[in-house]
C-alpha cells in the first residue's frame, strides 16, 4: 500500500472519529441500532419527602424492544452537556425502565437519551424536556421489580417459591479436562493461572470456581472477588469448601482467616482468607497432608502459590477433612466463572460483569500435567459476555468482552436504584 493511500485511509478514518465524538452520548458507542427501539411514554411528577421541599422526584418511563433489560445502559445527556450512565436494575410491572431522579420545582430542561447493550447496538437517541413547573403531581412512586425478577437471563429459579423467582447467579462458562481416571488417587492437585487484569471487589461479585468430589463428597475451591462475613465484605479472597458436614471439626482456618459453617447450600463447612492477587503467575494447590493422626480421614491442605519477579511463596488458606482412608477424586475437576449474588444486590445487569483477563492452564495432578484438550460449554442462561480462546497445547485466556465502559465505573447512584 502507497504512503499517499495510507494518508488518505487515515484522513478518512479521523473525519469518522471526529463525527463519533461530536456529540457526548456516543461516548460509549460501537455500532448503530439493529433491531432495539426506545420511547418515552410518560413523566411522572411525584411529591416526595425525600427530595426535599424545593425538589420533586421526576420519573421518566421508557419502553424499549428487541433486548433483554439486562443488557441495557442507559445514556443520558441533559443540560450543558452533562453526561450520565446508567446500568439499568429494575422496571415496573408493565415493563417499562423508569429512570427517576429528584430536580428542581422550576426545571425545563432539553434530554436525549438512549440505550447501548454490552455488544454495541444502541437505540436511536430519544429528545425530549423535562418541565417541572405547572404540572401534575402524583402522591406516590412507581412500584419497581428488581432486575433479577424479570430478565431472561435466569439460573436456579425456584419453581416451588414462585414469590422468590429470580437468579443468585450466572454461571457464564463451564471448563473441563476429560482425562480418563475417574478415581484418580491425588497427592496434590495444581492450577496454574495468571490474571493480566482482576476485577476490584466494589460492588462487584465474580468467583473462579473448580469442582470436584473427593471420595464421594462434594468440594470447590477458587477464588472470589467479595468474600463476605457475617455481612461484612473482605474483598477479593480465596475459598475452599466441602458438603455434607456442619461439624467445626472438620475444618481447620490460618492466621487471618475465616470459616463458615451453613445449611443454605445444603450443609457446608468452608474455610476463607482474603488476598492479594497481582498481575504475575499464580497457582491454586490442593496438598493431601501426609501425616495421619485419624486412619478414617484425610486432610486437604489449600494454598496460593505466588511467582513475582521470579520468588516463589506459597500462602496458606486453610484445610478441610474429607472421610477416607486415601484422597481420592470421584469426579472430574470442572471450572466455573461465575457473577454472583445478584438476588441480594439487586443488580442482575450485564453491565455489572466487570473486565477480566484470565490465563489458565491445564491442572497438575500429583505433578504431571493433563495432556489434553479442555472442553468448553456455554450455559445458555445467561448473557454471553465472556470469550473463551486457546492457549499453548491445553490452556485457556477467558476474558470478559462486549462493550466495557471506559472508566470501568457507572453513574449508578440515580433514585433508579431507590
Not at 433483554?68 to 445527556?77: H, S
Request: hydrophobic content about 40%.
Amino acid at each position: 500500500m502507497s504512503r499517499k493511500s495510507v494518508r488518505a485511509g487515515m484522513t478518512c478514518w479521523m473525519m469518522v472519529w471526529l463525527l463519533w465524538a461530536a456529540s457526548p452520548l456516543l461516548a460509549l458507542d460501537a455500532r448503530p441500532a439493529l433491531s432495539s427501539t426506545a420511547a418515552l411514554e410518560r413523566i411522572r411528577l411525584v411529591e416526595h419527602a425525600p427530595c426535599g421541599a424545593d425538589r420533586l422526584l421526576v420519573e421518566e418511563l421508557f419502553r424499549v424492544t428487541g433486548v433483554d433489560v439486562a443488557d441495557l445502559l442507559m445514556v443520558r445527556a441533559q443540560g450543558a452537556g452533562e453526561v450520565r450512565r446508567v446500568a439499568v436494575t429494575g422496571v415496573e410491572r408493565d415493563g417499562r425502565l423508569v429512570y427517576a431522579y429528584c430536580a428542581a420545582r422550576g426545571l425545563n430542561e432539553r434530554v436525549e437519551s438512549r440505550f447501548l447493550t454490552v455488544r454495541g447496538d444502541s437505540t436511536p437517541p430519544v429528545v425530549y424536556t423535562v418541565t417541572t413547573a405547572g404540572q401534575s403531581l402524583e402522591k406516590t412512586v412507581t412500584p419497581l421489580l428488581g432486575l433479577h425478577q424479570v430478565t431472561r437471563y435466569m439460573q436456579f429459579a425456584d419453581p416451588e417459591q414462585p414469590a422468590k423467582k429470580g437468579t443468585c447467579c450466572w454461571h457464564h462458562l463451564y471448563v473441563k479436562y476429560p482425562w480418563h481416571k475417574a478415581a484418580a488417587e491425588v497427592d496434590e492437585l495444581e492450577i496454574p493461572m495468571r490474571f493480566d487484569a482482576y476485577v476490584k471487589p466494589e460492588r462487584h461479585h465474580l468467583y473462579y470456581m473448580f469442582s470436584s468430589e473427593l471420595n464421594g463428597i462434594d468440594f470447590y475451591f477458587g477464588v472470589q472477588t467479595n468474600l463476605k462475613l457475617r455481612g461484612t465484605d473482605h474483598g477479593v479472597g480465596a475459598i475452599f469448601s466441602r458438603w455434607d458436614t456442619q461439624s467445626g471439626e472438620d475444618l481447620k482456618i490460618v492466621s487471618g482467616g475465616f470459616s463458615e459453617i451453613g445449611d443454605y447450600e445444603g450443609k457446608f463447612v468452608s474455610v476463607r482468607k482474603p488476598v492479594v492477587l497481582e498481575s504475575a503467575p499464580m497457582a491454586l494447590r490442593l496438598t493431601r497432608r501426609s501425616e495421619r493422626t485419624d486412619p478414617k480421614h484425610v486432610w486437604l491442605d489449600f494454598s496460593l502459590v505466588h511467582r513475582t519477579d521470579g520468588v516463589k511463596r506459597e500462602e496458606a488458606i486453610g484445610s478441610l477433612r474429607f472421610p477416607g482412608e486415601v484422597a481420592r477424586l470421584t469426579k472430574r475437576v470442572k471450572i466455573t466463572v461465575e457473577s454472583y449474588s445478584l438476588r441480594s444486590v439487586s443488580r442482575a445487569s450485564a453491565w455489572r460483569v466487570p473486565f477480566f483477563d484470565w490465563w489458565l492452564e491445564a491442572p497438575r495432578v500429583n505433578g504431571q500435567t493433563v495432556a489434553v484438550k479442555p472442553e468448553v460449554a456455554f450455559p445458555e442462561l445467561a448473557p454471553r459476555v465472556v470469550r473463551v480462546v486457546p492457549w499453548k497445547e491445553t490452556g485457556l485466556r477467558i476474558r470478559r468482552t462486549g462493550l466495557i465502559d471506559p472508566d470501568g465505573e457507572l453513574d449508578d447512584e440515580s433514585n433508579m436504584n431507590r
